[in-house]
């Protein structure tokens, strides 16, 4: 057997060969949408702070606040002394503005997705997923043991048909989808995804994570998860849906029974964010108008989403336009295989409130010269 260090750069070279090895760049984030990096200011277009509310005043001081009052911590697990009564403040206010009878917050989203499909399905079971699904939607399927397919990217009919060959030989079956695809900026066509899976007897998870706060209008599932980390400015994630069925999740949720309560100085973040996002309807609508901007300026489809894609296709293409657009002040990420399909290496644009309107036509101006497309006022 290799020694562990030649295992681990025998692996590191393989990821080099094909640009997949990822580096962490310390980066600074200020107020808006002020970055730094290695000492110079950047505009990002990179953060999931979609409504700019990690830096409302209001938002730091109910952080603060609880930290102080309750301590860094949470101390334990929520079912043993980790409950703090914030974070049933936050679930009541959760479920409330997603219109569900309970909700249940979880220590991060990827920990919500990770609990909530192995505690409804099984060996036995059927789980279909988009195949553009998010990686914690992936990796609750797997861990569920459960026979997992998937149906192709928002294509209510291809799902019909995986339900109509497999749903017979199946106990239960879970239809896993998201209202807003993290990589793509796309919406679901969630009407019709509902529909197919009411017609086969299948429950439906809807991942919102990067829809609360930004792209509200639409159809509810029965089981909506989510983030407190993007428009919610925070951090934690959790899940809507009835109260049996809340209440099986705080028994049965692996990542929700065994881990440690979300810190109170987070919930007390997110919970104010929540009162400040639902009492400014023009702060809501400005990132998907940003984006749209943005999206016309450049003749790219229209923007569904606070998220634009500008594809490149080669890894290595896309790494360079990022660090050229960096060079020229702005932060945009690069996002590449595996975490997109082989051959769809992109930039991922990602618009908040706090950008102010030259910023985006700058960097579409940017984006422009860079890609040899076109740019128009
Ligand atoms: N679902 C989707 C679609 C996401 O994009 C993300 C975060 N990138 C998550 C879930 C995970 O959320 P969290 O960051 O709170 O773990």
Known sequence: MDSLDTFARTKLDALEAGSLRRRLTPTERGTGAAAARRGRALVSFSCNDYLGLSHHPRVIAAAQEAVATYGAGAGGSRLVTGDHPVLGALEARLAQHKGAEAALVFGSGYLANLGITPALAGRGDLVVLDELSHACMWAGARLSGAKVLTFRHNDPADLAAKLAEHRPHHARALVLTERVFSMDGDRAPLGDLLGVAEDFDAWTLV??????????????????????????????????????????????????????????????????????????????????????????????????????????????????ISAALEADGFLVVAIRPPTVPAGTARLRVAFSAAHAEAQVDALADAVAALTGRASRP
């Open 207 to 320: 991942d919102d994570a990067h829809g609360i706060g930004v792209v509200e209008d639409g159809p509810r599932a029965p089981l909506e998860m989510g983030t407190l980390s993007k428009a919610l400015g925070s951090y934690g994630g959790y899940l809507c849906a009835s109260r049996p069925v809340i209440d099986l999740m705080t028994s049965r949720a692996r990542s929700f029974v065994y881990t440690t309560g979300l810190p109170p100085s987070s919930a007390a973040a997110a919970l104010e964010a929540l009162v400040i996002l639902e009492a400014e309807p023009a702060r809501r609508a400005r990132p998907l108008a940003l984006a749209r901007r943005f999206t016309a300026r450049l003749g790219l489809p229209e923007a569904e989403s606070a998220v634009v894609p500008v594809l490149v296709g080669d890894a290595q293409a896309a790494l360079d």
